[in-house]
């Protein structure tokens, strides 16, 4: 089974443009959250989505924004880039999201994609 | 609200064990999860507490303690390949996957 795919890989980018980065989950996993990596904060929860729906979201500010389409397949959106926003954004998708008595699936990783903006 | 803590950086020698804690404070806990992390690559799963006590699986351990707020991992015969971060990850019973990574620690193994 294909694991979590990312593209594009890396990606520089000027303050004030925006980019859409996209995922491709694990075959017949439907739930795929997103994370912001940084030095400095470490690893930190974007959204995620679940059938198409986003049914959680962490604290950042409008300028992030995501969907999911059909296939499960997801895409983030950051507008009017700020020099903040260079990170590693991972992708990571899960079966359902949870499990059994309300317990968690593993999440599984996909490689990231280094945005680096100037 | 959620507060994680685990120590910033470790180091050990080939061969040691060492021992990595977490203390977390969230509301509505529903488990713990240990991810690895080398340096560049995507985090991958070690293990997933929801009940107390120890959960052994080969050279990692991890134990919780829900009523403490504590867990930690183990990681016993220590190769060079370990040296990676170590995340923590607690989650929220809020019905959804939402998991809040600590920022991790970074162990170094040296020979």
């Known amino acids: 089974k294909a694991g979590v795919t990312q593209t594009p890989r890396y990606l520089i980018k000027t303050r004030g443009q925006q980019v859409t980065l996209s995922c491709s989950p694990i075959?017949?996993?439907?739930?795929v959250s997103w994370y912001q990596q940084t030095p400095g904060q470490g690893l930190q929860f974007l959204f995620e989505?679940?059938?198409?729906?986003?049914?959680n979201k962490g604290n950042f500010p409008g300028r992030f924004s995501g969907r999911q389409f059909s296939n499960s397949r997801s895409e983030m959106n950051v507008s009017t880039l700020e020099l903040g926003d260079s990170a590693l954004y991972l992708c990571a998708s899960s079966p359902t999201g949870r499990g059994r008595q309300g317990t968690y699936n593993e999440q599984f990783f996909g490689p990231g994609t280094r945005l680096t903006v100037l | 609200g959620q507060n994680i803590d685990q120590p910033t950086e470790m180091t050990a020698t080939e061969g040691a064990i060492v021992q990595i804690n977490c203390t977390y404070q969230t509301s509505g806990f529903n488990g713990l999860f240990w991810y690895q992390q080398h340096a560049g690559e995507a985090p991958t799963f070690l293990s997933y507490?929801?009940?107390?006590g120890l959960e052994e699986k080969g050279r990692f351990s991890s134990f919780l303690s829900r009523s403490k707020g504590y867990s930690y991992l183990l990681l016993k015969e220590l190769q060079m390949k370990d040296s990676a971060s170590y995340l923590c990850a607690p989650g929220r019973n809020t019905g959804f996957q939402k998991l809040v990574f600590g920022t991790g620690t970074r162990l170094l193994v040296s020979p």
């Open positions: 507490n929801v009940l107390d």
């Open positions: 075959s017949g996993h439907r739930s």
């Open positions: 989505y679940f059938s198409e729906t986003q049914r």
